[in-house]
Each structure stands twice: as C-alpha cells, then as structure tokens.
C-alpha cells in the first residue's frame, strides 16, 4: 500500500532541490529561510489589508466614503500610506534619548512577528511546529511592554512616560486572565502545541470547536486580546483626548510606521490564534473526510489534499478577517474605558472569571473525558 | 573540520556568553539606573537563549515570560514612577568603597573558577528530553517536589499581603514611613503630582 499523499512543501521542495545533486544539508539550508519570508510578507500582506478594511469600515460606520482614489475602491490606500511614512524625515528630538529611542519600536515589533512562527495554516504549513507553541507566543508576547516602556522613558516627553506606564500596566494586567484563558484550551487538548490543538477540533466540523466547550474562556481571551492590541475600547496608552499620541508622540516616519505595523500585525496575529484556539483553525465547518466520501473520492489522493490544504488556508484566512472585522466595529460600537475602570475589570472580573473557567475545564474533563479531551 | 550545525551552535554560544557577561557588567557598572534595568532585561534574555541551545525550550520560554516580562518590567515599572533624575551624591570613601568591593568580587570569581576547574565535570551530561521536558517537570512539581512548589506559592501569597499592607497606608494609624496621623482617605485624595516640577510656583 503506498504512503498516503500529504501536502508536505518541506519535503516536495528539498526532494526537487537534491535532484540537482546537493546535499540533504545544503537543501535544508536552501529551504530554511523560504517559509520565514512567506510568512513576513504574508503578515505585512494581512496588515495593509486590515489598514483599508479599517479605513473602509470606520467610513461606512461614519456614513462616510472613505479612500476612494488610490486604486479601485482605494485599495491602494495602505501602500500610500506606508510610502508617505517610509519618505518622511525621521526626527529624534534633541533631548530625547537617542539609543533607547530606536531600540523601543524594533522591541516592539520582533516578538510580534516572531510570533508568526506558530501560526499553522494547514496540517503541515506553518514555520516550525515546535512543542511549547502557544506558551511561546504569550512569553514572547510579554517582551512588549519593555519595548513601550522603553520608548515612552526615551522619548523625555510626560505624556509619552504616562503612556508608556499605561501601556506596560495593562499589557501586565491582561496577560494573566489571557494565559489562563488558553491554558484551559490546552488542557482539553493535552498539548501546548498549536497543531494538536487545532487537530483535537477537527473531528465533527463546527460542532467540535472549542468555542461550543470554551464559551466563557473565548470572552474572556477575546476581550484580553483586544487589550493587549491597545483596541478600543481599551486605547487608552494612546487616548488622543488625554495623551496626545501616548508613547508615540514624539516619533515619526520609520519609526512610528514600526508602531503601526506592530499594532496591526499583533491584532491579525490575535485573531489568527482566535481561530486557532476556538473556531477549528483551518477546518471546514463540515469535516472535509465526510464531504470526500461524499463525492466518492479518497482523502489521500494527491487532489483532494491540494484542494483540502487550499480550503484550510482559506478558511482559517476567513476566520480571522472575520473577527478583525468585529474589532473594527466594536472600536465604533464602545466607549473607551478609564484607566482605573480596565485595572478594575482585569483584575476584579475577569481574572476570577477565568480561574473559575479553568477549575470547571478540568472537573469536567475528570467528569466527561470524552468530550473534553482525556 | 566541525559541522555546519555545530559551528552555528559555537558561535551563538560565544554571542549569547559574551551577552550574558558584558551584559552583566553593564548592568552593575553603568551609573544610569534605568539603562541598568533595560541591560538586566538583555542579560535574562541571553540566558534564555543559553536555556534554548541546550534544548530546554519551556525553560527558556518560562525564563523570558517570568524574569523579562514579569520581573524586569515591574523594576521598570518602579524606576518610571520615581522618576528622579537627579545625580546622587557620591558616598564618601567611595575609592576605598570601590577597591574593597572589587576584592569581593575577585575572591568569589577566583573561588567560582577553582570550583569549576576541581570539579569532574561528566561530559557529555545527560541527554536532553526535549519536548517531554514539560511532563517530566509537571509530574516532579507534583510529587518529589511538591512540599518546595507550595512553599514557594506560600511565601509568594506573604510577599504579596505584605506589598498590600505597605501600598495601603490607611490600616494604620499612623504613616509608618513619616509617623504622621494617617489620611483614611489617602488612596482616593491625589498626592503631589510626580511629573510636576516642584521648584515652579
């Protein structure tokens, strides 16, 4: 019996590379790099789509048109954008400190696209399955207040520091209900890594998501996400009315594009794993093995895996477009929360709340392990 | 001649060692505080990066979640509020000061090197378990090593009552810091502002 086909491009690619008569070694060197830059552009791709959807959103929203010059229905917008930021003079005010003041943004924005490394898109299309997965985004995730910090102190501007303390004390506050939002997600999967979590819903299509199982620790990691994003309704490190710009005040061109893509990419990033930990990943709402059988065709012919590892990426694409989609109109929907309002609603509900959800998580995975996870 | 992977392996180790140890220096010798804190920030990242090159991946996640992004930003956190960047007055004797302290440290680093060139190191160690470090951790927290995991829960928990009772001056009667009668109501009424300059009218 042959092997079943599964769409593996590591293996298909380094196959093709060693034809040529190079080493295993050299092709796994050659291939290395491939998937890193695929997800970059992929990431920065999602960004300047999230920029135009949010420009397009907030305008109907507003009753207004919104761009409509650059490119059909200014499509373009996001790229002019980025080009007006990339072009403009990169000021450093003079008794700013210099150092630290380029090192904030970069500490900002390496470990939200380092990030990216977990983020699976199929069964074998993500960068590194490595076994610590999810925990290694929420460590990575709590370098970033170092960074706002660091920016808000260099920029020597009070309201850049408020900012920045804002900043780190809600980044603080809402990593500890979002960790253990997701740590009742990987007790019922047994398994910290984001392709055991994903495959532990795949068996019944929708009705095996975990948000059916989860619905308290989906509300709860959603709103922390959000939070951490600095989203309205909780922007207040960069609440225009009080701060100015917040830890961005004093920066400008490159620099402050750097805070702009981070904050995007971290809210495409938040959503990707959204799907990831609660809607199924990449999974069809019907499960892709009945629909085949359906049609009469095997799941492991060449075929029916190209279009089913398609159908992943496409799915798990949609999933999260969708809930950007939510944030963007929640931003239009809800009041910015005061400062002591989010300490208080971090740490007197939703904290408990999640320690509550936890506990139930694991009585009822002692109660029913069928169907939450043995 | 040495492999591709462990030459890559070397020279990450000489970089993040090099981190560690210049890093270290940094934070002990620069007279800033705050580019200390952002140096002890670098160092706990070396050292996860060390954690990482010898295949502890959850020890090396857990050192950045806890030393980076719990224990270095609220030292920041710390630094921030105060705020004062006025200079400190340097302590008198500070040249005796220096001279002793530096033969401290001397001793501890000769004792440290003596220890680790007496010692008969097993080389190669143990093999890494790699993934399944998690579950091997996991079952030693919960038997063989379950009377420290709760002690350490338990001094933590007074740590953290003790934090309370100082921040919250009203249980009692008097300011502990300044003996005054303390302000019932001095958590909601705001002090002097910190980012105010004094000296202004």
């Known amino acids: ?374 | 001649m040495p492999s591709l992977a462990d030459l890559t392996e070397l020279i990450v180790f000489v970089l993040l060692a090099a981190g560690v140890v210049v890093g270290s220096l940094g934070v002990v010798l620069l007279p800033n505080i705050v580019y200390s804190a952002f140096l002890l920030g670098g160092v706990f990242l070396s050292v996860a990066g060390l954690y990482l090159l010898l295949n502890a991946s959850f020890i090396a996640a857990a050192q950045v979640l806890i030393y980076v992004g719990a224990v270095n930003v609220l030292i920041l956190f710390a630094i921030m509020l105060v705020n004062k960047r006025e200079p400190l007055a340097d302590a008198p004797g500070l040249g005796l000061r220096r001279l002793l302290s530096s033969g401290v440290c001397a001793g501890l680093l000769w004792l440290l090197l003596r220890v680790a060139y007496t010692t008969p190191w097993a080389t190669p160690g143990p093999t890494p378990l790699g993934e399944d470090a998690v579950v091997r951790l996991g079952e030693h927290f919960f038997t063989d090593y379950l009377l420290p995991f709760e002690l350490a829960s338990v001094l933590l928990l007074m740590a953290m009552i003790g934090a309370i009772v100082l921040a919250r001056r009203d249980v009692f009667a008097s300011d502990i810091g300044t003996g005054e009668e303390a302000d019932q109501g001095l958590i909601e009424k705001a002090r002097t502002p910190l980012l105010i300059e004094k000296s202004r009218p």
């Open chain 1, 1 to 374: 019996m042959p092997t079943p086909f599964t769409v593996d491009l590591e293996a298909g690619f380094r196959g093709l590379v060693e034809t040529t008569g190079l080493s295993p070694a050299a092709s796994r060197l050659i291939w290395l790099p491939l998937p890193m830059l695929l997800v970059l552009v992929a990431a920065v791709v999602g960004v300047l789509v999230t920029v135009w959807l949010e420009r397009k959103i907030s305008a109907a929203a507003q009753q207004r048109i919104g761009p409509e010059y650059a490119g059909a229905l200014g499509i373009l917008q996001p790229l002019a954008d980025g080009l007006k930021l990339l072009v403009k003079e990169d000021v450093i005010p003079a008794r700013a400190d210099g150092l630290l003041f380029t090192l904030g943004p970069v500490l900002v924005v390496v470990p939200v696209i380092l990030s990216w490394l977990i983020v699976p898109f199929g069964q074998h299309l993500l960068i590194s399955n490595v076994g610590i997965g999810i925990f290694l985004w929420i460590a990575l995730s709590s370098i970033q207040p170092i960074g706002l910090l660091m920016s808000g102190y260099a920029s020597n501007n009070k309201y850049s520091l408020l900012g920045g303390l804002r900043a780190a004390a809600q980044s603080i506050s809402y990593e500890i209900p979002l960790a253990l939002a997701v740590l009742a997600v990987v007790m019922m999967s047994n398994s910290l890594s984001t392709v055991d979590i994903v495959d532990q819903q795949s068996g019944a299509g929708l009705l095996s998501w975990n948000i059916w199982r989860q619905p308290v620790g989906f509300l709860v990691f959603w709103i922390c996400a959000l939070a951490e994003c600095e989203r309205l309704p909780f922007d207040l490190p960069e609440a225009e009315e009080e701060l100015v710009a917040g830890y961005q005040t004093e920066y400008a061109g490159m620099k402050f594009a750097l805070f702009y893509l981070g904050s995007y990419i971290n809210l495409v990033l938040s959503a990707l794993l959204v799907t990831v930990l609660y809607l199924g990943g990449w999974g069809f709402p019907l499960p892709v093995e009945w629909l085949a059988s359906l049609l009469g065709q095997s799941i492991d012919a060449p075929l029916v895996q190209v279009l089913t590892a398609s159908l992943g990426i496409v799915m798990t694409v949609l999933k999260a477009y969708l809930l950007v989609f939510t944030a963007i109109l929640l931003r239009w929907t809800v009041p910015r929360v005061r400062i002591d309002q989010l300490l208080d609603f971090g740490w007197k509900f939703l904290l408990p709340i999640a320690l509550v959800n936890l506990l139930a998580t694991a009585a009822l995975k002692l109660a029913f392990p069928a169907v939450f996870g043995g």
